[in-house]
């Protein structure tokens, strides 16, 4: 049979085109070009209002070499990441566990732990701040009544960010719905046969449940480090940074570079350091991830 | 059929997408009838913000062709807002500008020239051009009109005073009486506590030039911590009576505590436009007035209050210009205006401020000593909040907050103050 060399798209490709061009207008528009313009300021000196000086790798070297905040808020971002990631991923589990035993009224707590996902960020995290008051905030009020007398959860260096990480438990209603959705996957027959065979509910767990709910797992660990690794707006809102930078992020550092000490191609070079952080930190978890997330037609 | 219907159901999509973008304003009006857009940009609390739409509308009711579009944004976040318009040349016609971050954008061409609109005018006989030319211009080119100035002073819960025996301040007073005063008044725990002083998030822009020899100097890019007495003296007051318990420690979040309004304050570091929310929030629950801020009697000077000065200025943008100096001058040079911006600051139209009717109009709320805030302009310094400027403050705040936290001591902090702000500087 003779080949024909394809030299114009087929009228299928071309509706194609056509459909996916407003979403690729916008992505091109809102974030492709975005990116492209803050990769070429990276790597230059601008503070926002005169035209961009060329200035090289000056910004990265800077980054790398000079700015002693720059070691520490990524160290502040890693503390960050580092325990609330893993207590996300481990109550989200519990949480999803416990609602999928179908009990009367886990509507209603599905519901109640879902809720302060869909609340404005900012709002709750003022409201979070009159919880954390020292003199009158509910918290310590309520210890007051068993004779203990509340530090200053966010004016106390030790405690601030424990505080903020303490806070985004109550947001993980996302993770835990599709922790639920995959728990809801897992065939029954798997743990019927394994009830036959006697197991008890942590052999069941370790080797029916978690494997099967791995690949969620997986999703949620990475959503969770991607979104850990830019957390701004709580130590924004909340600290400034503070006290004494013991909550001072990244992403302030590089909003700070940008909107408050007027570098913005410094900004833009930590932000692609911070990119560069993430995908490096992402391919090992994804390189990690043949050892422990099993996929369903693999296992078949 | 269904093959036409999919593409016009496709280009229905993309010409809504573009239609989304923002389309150019060919308005080139020259009279009064033809219909004029203006952009106004401004920011302040809840009052503040109600204040400044409320002279937007009533230009807009004076002017039925014009019509003021209005970008807001809160007092934290508007200095992110100005760079943001300035990187993007988005600057609305008309907008607000600080005093304090004005002199990062000297230089910028994104200003509209006011001198030739002031002397076609005659401005200079409605505003002081000295606090113009100080505060708003810059080699000639004046950036900003004012609109009102605001400075700090203390409020005092007369309540509070009375029930603990003590006179009331006078404007003679001295840090040592303030002191004693908060003392005295500071009493309870936990919920029930009543604080004698209340800072807010003041001291970490006061502690800069207390007394008069500020911690750097703006104009040769020098530090001057290390053995600086006044500043080691500024920073000493607020961390003790903050560590003594006489004030709450606010310096890192957001203010939580309700404020001097609650009646739970003896005293509170208040600024111009916080009278507005005391006049409506206090009522009749207790007495205050205001006094000027103590003298120390070590220096000999009064504590200085950080000055403000609000101007509008003019984008050089703007495709109705006249308009927007019409605009301007309605809330800069119209007593009625500046009449109803008095809750929030001294007004900058000299023939209003230097009336009786000013120093006895309380917009309807209760009475306090005006005067206070307008002689504080004899007290003023100016500070800095952007660039490297920014970057040093925040290094004394850091140090200050270990401070707060006794992990390092005043002599400390301001050696690591003083090594830290130079390297800055020489960055710069």
């Known amino acids: 049979m003779k080949k024909h060399k394809v030299t114009s798209l087929t009228n299928t490709s071309r509706l194609f085109y056509l459909f996916i061009a407003p979403w690729l207008i916008g992505f091109c528009v809102f974030t492709f070009f975005p990116m492209v313009f803050s990769l070429f300021t990276?790597?230059?000196?601008?503070?926002?209002?005169?035209?961009?000086?060329?200035?090289?790798?000056?910004?990265?070297?800077?980054?790398?070499?000079?700015?002693?905040?720059?070691?520490?808020?990524?160290?502040?971002?890693?503390?960050?990441v580092g325990v609330s990631v893993p207590l996300n991923i481990i109550f989200s589990i519990i949480l999803a566990l416990l609602l999928n035993k179908r009990l009367p009224g886990s509507n209603v707590f599905r519901s109640i732990f879902y809720l302060p996902t869909i609340c404005s960020g900012v709002a709750l995290y003022i409201a979070w701040l009159y919880l954390y008051n020292q003199n009158s905030g509910f918290i310590n009020v309520l210890l007051s009544f068993i004779g203990i007398e509340g530090p200053g959860w966010l004016t106390n260096i030790d405690l601030a960010m424990p505080s903020i990480i303490f806070m985004g438990m109550f947001?993980?209603?996302?993770?835990?719905?599709?922790?639920?959705a995959g728990?809801?996957?897992?065939?029954?027959?798997?743990?019927?046969?394994?009830?036959?065979?006697?197991?008890?509910?942590?052999?069941?767990?370790?080797?029916?449940?978690?494997?099967?709910?791995?690949?969620?797992?997986?999703?949620?660990?990475?959503?969770?480090l991607i979104k850990g690794l830019q957390v701004f707006t709580q130590p924004y809102v909340m600290t400034e940074g503070g006290p004494a930078n013991a909550t001072y992020v990244y992403g302030l550092h590089l909003y700070k570079s940008a909107f408050l000490y007027s570098k913005f191609g410094y900004a833009s070079a930590l932000a692609w350091v911070l990119f560069i952080i993430l995908i490096a930190l992402s391919i090992a978890i994804f390189a990690t991830s043949k050892f422990w997330v099993f996929y369903r037609e693999d296992v078949n | 059929m269904k093959k036409l219907l999919s593409v016009f159901l496709s280009m229905a999509m993309i010409i809504g997408v573009v239609a989304g973008c923002?389309?150019?304003?060919?308005?080139?009006?020259?009279?009064?009838?033809?219909?004029?857009?203006?952009?106004?940009?401004?920011?302040?609390?809840?009052?503040?913000?109600?204040?400044?739409?409320?002279?937007?509308?009533?230009?807009?009711?004076?002017?039925?062709?014009?019509?003021?579009?209005?970008?807001?944004?809160?007092?934290?976040?508007?200095?992110?807002?100005?760079?943001?318009?300035?990187?993007?040349?988005?600057?609305?016609?008309?907008?607000?500008?600080?005093?304090?971050?004005?002199?990062?954008?000297?230089?910028?061409?994104?200003?509209?020239?006011?001198?030739?609109?002031?002397n076609n005018d005659s401005m200079d006989k409605e505003w002081n051009m000295?606090?113009?030319?100080?505060?708003?211009?810059?080699?000639?080119?004046?950036?900003?009109?004012?609109?009102?100035?605001?400075?700090?002073?203390?409020?005092?819960?007369?309540?509070?005073?009375?029930?603990?025996?003590?006179?009331?301040?006078?404007?003679?007073?001295?840090?040592?009486?303030?002191?004693?005063?908060?003392?005295?008044?500071?009493?309870?725990?936990?919920?029930?506590?009543?604080?004698?002083?209340r800072w807010g998030v003041r001291p970490t822009e006061f502690y800069r030039n207390l007394y008069g020899d500020a911690v750097y100097d703006t104009t040769t890019d020098k530090?001057?911590?290390?053995?600086?007495?006044?500043?080691?003296?500024?920073?000493?007051?607020?961390?003790?009576?903050?560590?003594?318990g006489l004030a709450p420690n606010e310096t890192s979040a957001a203010v939580s505590t309700g404020g001097f309004e609650t009646g739970k304050f003896g005293m509170q570091l208040c600024a111009t436009w916080d009278i507005a929310t005391f006049q409506s929030m206090i009522g009749n629950s207790f007495n205050w007035d205001v006094v000027m801020l103590p003298m120390n009697t070590e220096f000999n000077t009064r504590m200085l209050t950080t000055y403000r000065g609000n101007g509008w200025s003019m984008s050089s943008s703007a495709k109705e210009k006249q308009v927007a100096w019409d605009f301007i001058k309605f809330m800069s040079a119209n007593k009625e205006s500046q009449k109803t911006a008095q809750s929030f600051g001294i007004p900058e139209l000299v023939s209003y401020a230097n009336s009786d009717e000013y120093k006895n109009d309380f917009a309807g709320g209760s009475e306090y000593n005006k005067q206070v805030f307008i002689d504080m302009l004899n007290y003023k310094t100016g500070f800095r909040n952007l660039g490297v400027y920014a970057q040093i403050n925040d290094v004394i705040k850091s140090q200050y907050e270990l401070l707060l936290a006794d992990k390092t001591t005043v002599d400390a902090m301001a050696t690591e103050v003083q090594k830290q702000g130079e390297a800055l500087f020489a960055t710069k």
């Open chain 2, 130 to 197: 000295d606090t113009v030319n100080s505060v708003y211009s810059s080699d000639g080119k004046v950036y900003a009109a004012p609109f009102i100035s605001k400075t700090f002073a203390i409020a005092y819960n007369k309540n509070l005073f009375d029930k603990a025996e003590l006179a009331y301040p006078t404007n003679d007073w001295t840090e040592d009486d303030m002191l004693k005063a908060a003392k005295a008044i500071t009493s309870g725990t936990g919920i029930d506590k009543v604080h004698g002083l």
């Open chain 1, 42 to 80: 990276s790597f230059t000196s601008w503070n926002g209002l005169s035209v961009p000086e060329f200035i090289g790798f000056k910004n990265y070297v800077n980054i790398l070499t000079k700015d002693t905040m720059f070691i520490s808020s990524l160290l502040k971002t890693l503390y960050y």
């Open chain 1, 171 to 180: 947001t993980i209603g996302t993770s835990m719905t599709i922790v639920l």
């Open chain 1, 183 to 224: 728990l809801q996957n897992v065939p029954h027959s798997y743990y019927e046969a394994a009830d036959l065979d006697g197991a008890g509910a942590f052999y069941k767990f370790k080797n029916i449940t978690f494997p099967m709910i791995s690949p969620v797992i997986f999703f949620n660990l990475l959503m969770a």
């Open chain 2, 223 to 244: 530090m001057n911590a290390a053995n600086n007495k006044q500043f080691k003296h500024a920073v000493s007051l607020f961390s003790d009576t903050i560590k003594q």
């Open chain 2, 22 to 118: 923002k389309t150019s304003n060919n308005a080139n009006s020259s009279s009064k009838s033809e219909k004029v857009n203006l952009t106004f940009g401004f920011w302040g609390d809840t009052k503040e913000a109600d204040m400044k739409m409320a002279l937007a509308n009533a230009y807009m009711d004076k002017n039925p062709n014009v019509t003021i579009e209005f970008e807001y944004t809160d007092g934290a976040g508007y200095l992110t807002k100005m760079q943001t318009w300035f990187s993007s040349n988005t600057a609305p016609d008309v907008f607000g500008v600080p005093s304090d971050t004005l002199f990062q954008f000297l230089g910028n061409d994104k200003f509209e020239d006011l001198s030739s609109y002031i």
